[in-house]
């Protein structure tokens, strides 16, 4: 199932106007809800496969779709400016699928932002620029936006993830994430008030295994207990 999403200038926000898919339990009965965020070349309906098998009953899935199957075009480690607008407008997307949840009733306690690549540097990004306490961070390869990670500017944000579990996963030697890039992430989230869960997978490369799904599995079932 999808519904189209708020619209906007292709040129300034490209993500606005695409599809939200959604799958899980219906949002009219559903107590929690996760918001997956897709990887660059992906599409939203790939993505929740995945939360098909995170899926518990009682729980909505959304998965807002990048324009071309790309939230930003060029490597998350460069500039915040070369990635604009897709970074902002990808950020965007995700508030907006936020707000699906909460306009039915779910609160932030219960709702989940889980992405993979892409998806959990976006996802991440979110969290820490929107502190609050949410339901869960997942970041499955994944790490705070920008050439450089100025911590004090994300500790300046007025706000407190006040507990807020959270997951990083990824490999020591992932292609695409340095893994200090994923330990800077959890400084800032535990400085933030999350509580942080970082597991470094040897020799994985760029994906997702089942010990993270156990473990996350696990936080969804936490989810509908909050």
Known sequence: MSRRGPGGHEG?????????????????????????????GATAQSILQ???????????????????????????????????????SGLQAIEDAIAEATDADIPLERIMILGFSQGACLSSEFVARNPDRYGGLVAFSGGLIGQDIDH????????????????????DVDPHIPEERVHDTADVLEALGADVETRIYEGMGHGVNEDELEYVSGMVGELLEA
């Open 12 to 40: 300034e926000s490209p993500h606005q106007g695409q599809d939200l898919a959604t799958a899980g339990t219906d949002l009219a009965d559903a107590e929690a809800a996760i918001i997956l965020v897709h990887g660059r």
């Open 50 to 88: 995945m939360g098909s098998e995170l899926h518990r009953e009682g729980v909505a899935l959304f998965a807002p779709q990048a324009a071309q199957r790309t939230w930003y075009p060029n490597s998350f480690l460069q500039p915040v400016e070369s990635n604009e607008p897709g970074r902002t």
């Open 152 to 171: 004090e500017a994300y500790t300046a944000v007025e706000g407190a993830l006040e507990g807020t579990p959270a997951f990083l996963g990824c490999s």
